[in-house]
């Protein structure tokens, strides 16, 4: 009877063990990576680093080559960008792919919304962003455009001041980024960037 229960738990054990494998899917090496952006990659914006799950797996490969080439994150003003630098410089080519990989296969709810801005407002602004970016900012992989839906509000928000205050995109090596600080010369305030990141929350 003893024998028999303690197989039971260690059954038990085994498959809780299994669930939580699949809840989590990180690879071996790559637990770093959630410890700032958090179980299945959905974000923590108490440090600021923004959800990844949802993002497709070219854009994802882009952005940590130019962390590691210092295409971005090298402005003394992008501190997220100069924190991410140091964490992509040691790795090779190969390895920025495989975790580029591993984050397009991971899955995690789309954050709630958390702005108090005029989705209305824009609206306006967004309808030169669609051009590139898609009409419900689906994306478009041909222009080197990911799609906006799934980011977290406060991300978007940043991201927009960035590239308005030439934090982002102001690099000559930066081809998509200076192409995106050009498209968004309608941005010109916070305000602007928290309108425009409150309506494309709402996209589907």
């Given at each position: 009877?003893?024998?028999?229960?303690?197989?039971?738990?260690?059954?038990?054990?085994?498959?809780?063990?299994?669930?939580?494998?699949?809840?989590?899917?990180?690879?071996?090496?790559?637990?770093?990576?959630?410890?700032?952006?958090?179980?299945?990659?959905?974000?923590?914006?108490n440090i600021g680093a923004p959800r990844l799950s949802g993002l497709p797996q070219w854009y994802i490969e882009r952005q940590l080559l130019n962390f590691k080439q210092g295409i971005r994150g090298a402005h003394s003003d992008d501190d997220r960008g100069m924190e991410m630098r140091p964490m992509v410089s040691g790795l090779s080519v190969d390895e920025l792919k495989a975790i580029a990989a591993w984050v397009a296969k991971t899955e995690s709810d789309k954050p709630e919304a958390t702005l108090t801005a005029d989705s209305s407002a824009g609206k306006a602004l967004y309808q030169s962003c669609a051009a590139c970016h898609g009409a419900q900012g689906e994306g478009n992989k041909a222009i080197g455009a990911p799609s906006l839906t799934g980011l977290n509000d406060w991300y978007l928000v940043t991201q927009l001041n960035h590239f308005r205050l030439n934090v982002r995109g102001a690099q000559s090596a930066d081809t998509y980024g200076q192409q995106m600080k050009a498209a968004s010369v309608m941005v010109t305030s916070e305000q602007d960037a928290a309108n425009l990141a409150a309506y494309i929350t709402q996209l589907n």
């Open positions: 009877m003893l024998v028999k229960s303690f197989l039971v738990l260690l059954t038990l054990a085994a498959m809780s063990q299994l669930a939580v494998a699949e809840e989590t899917p990180t690879p071996e090496g790559l637990e770093y990576c959630t410890v700032c952006h958090g179980s299945q990659l959905k974000g923590n914006a």
